[in-house]
């Protein structure tokens, strides 16, 4: 009898010294791999999401970041994450319109006047009709942050009228993009990489290119093509992913704080945006560039233009891109 009370209270004891230990090795180690200039307001704004998400879910898990494209750059990102190379990474949207087409329903040229109005797509039915074909590729949409609007860098002339694209060579990597400005009357090349546009621009070889205000300024975009015309054509995003199995292995709380993060994240980002193109449209013009708006009548003109070119795009990839189009489309 005194030995079974000794083996009980023993037993008892080895496990009781052993659940801290058990309970610190559940600590899950997550790998995200990032890209791009530290000082980007999406950087900042990234260091902080997971600092907090540490923070919060300490001896939970335990986030990782492998900055400055170390691992993969935007090229790859969005298809080591689908892999599992990858716990987590930061995905370009534009980058993925090939692997994940429903994505370019909230980056349609022209489809929305102001990044507010961008931001909406990322919220609702719009939100989950994104997340489910994200899910098909293995996917899982965490938080986003979008970028401030793309304009025309020109080095002919400021787009004061629709009649001003015409015979306009203009730059694209966008087939969508290239279309409408087809059908403007612009002559689109599509075969100069981005990587490559500065010197195309520089040397004459084209006219003009497509650029946001605070991507242009820091690519320099300005010194070669210096008659900028604000048109707010689109606002693509920066999506933080994580690979579908690993976040389908988090607890609900764990993801609900990062949830809950993102979404503060993404609204410090959207203040962001805003703010860094008016700095940066300010600096530009310090620097000898011409900025100018193009009036609303002819933005308008342009979108009964783009019209039948999301319709072509939603009817060709089926009922949940209608519905997107029908989402966020202008009333």
């Known amino acids: 009898m005194k030995r079974s009370i000794t083996f009980i209270v023993c037993f008892l004891f080895a496990v009781i010294t052993a659940l801290p230990m058990q309970a610190a090795a559940k600590e899950v180690t997550l790998k995200l ?37 170390q691992l993969y750059g935007p090229k790859d990102m969005h298809k080591q994450i689908a892999k599992g190379s990858v716990d987590m990474g930061v995905v370009l949207q534009p980058a993925m319109l090939a692997m994940v087409p429903m994505v370019q329903g909230v980056y349609l040229p022209f489809a929305y006047d102001n990044i507010d109005e961008a931001a909406k797509a990322y919220t609702g039915e719009s939100l989950e009709i994104l997340e489910k074909a994200m899910a098909k590729k293995r996917l899982k949409i965490v938080w986003s942050a979008l970028t401030d609007g793309v304009q025309i860098f020109s080095n002919k002339k400021n787009i004061e009228t629709i009649e001003d694209f015409k ?34 621009l520089k040397r004459g070889v084209s006219d003009a290119m497509a650029n946001s205000i605070v991507g242009g300024y820091f690519q320099k975009t300005h010194e070669v093509a210096p008659l900028v015309t604000q048109i707010e054509m689109s606002y693509s995003s920066i999506l933080f992913c994580m690979n579908l199995k690993t976040w389908k292995k988090l ?33 530009m013009t310090q620097e000898g560039a011409t900025v100018k708006t193009i009036a609303p009548e002819e933005r308008a003109k342009i979108i009964t233009v783009a019209k039948p070119v999301w319709e072509k795009w939603a009817e060709k990839n089926g009922k949940d891109a209608k519905r997107l189009l029908e989402l966020n489309e202008r009333k």
């Not at 260091?47 to 986030?63: F, L, T, Y």
């Not at 980002?269 to 700095?279: F, H, P, T, V």
Request: proline share 5%; glycine share 8%.
């Open 33 to 69: 791999a990032s890209w791009g200039s530290a000082k980007h307001y999406a950087a900042v704004a990234r260091v902080e999401w997971i600092n907090e998400v540490n923070e919060a879910c300490a001896g939970k898990v335990k986030i990782v970041d492998y900055p400055g494209g």
């Open 251 to 283: 607890p609900k709380d764990v993801q609900d704080v990062m949830l809950n993060i993102g979404k503060k994240k993404s609204a410090y980002c959207l203040a962001a945006a805003k703010g860094w193109q008016q700095k940066f449209t300010g600096a």
């Open 167 to 200: 015979g306009l060579r203009i730059l694209s990597t966008s087939p969508i993009f290239a279309e409408i400005m087809a059908n403007l009357g612009a002559a689109p090349d599509t075969s100069i990489p981005y990587t490559e546009q500065y010197m195309a």
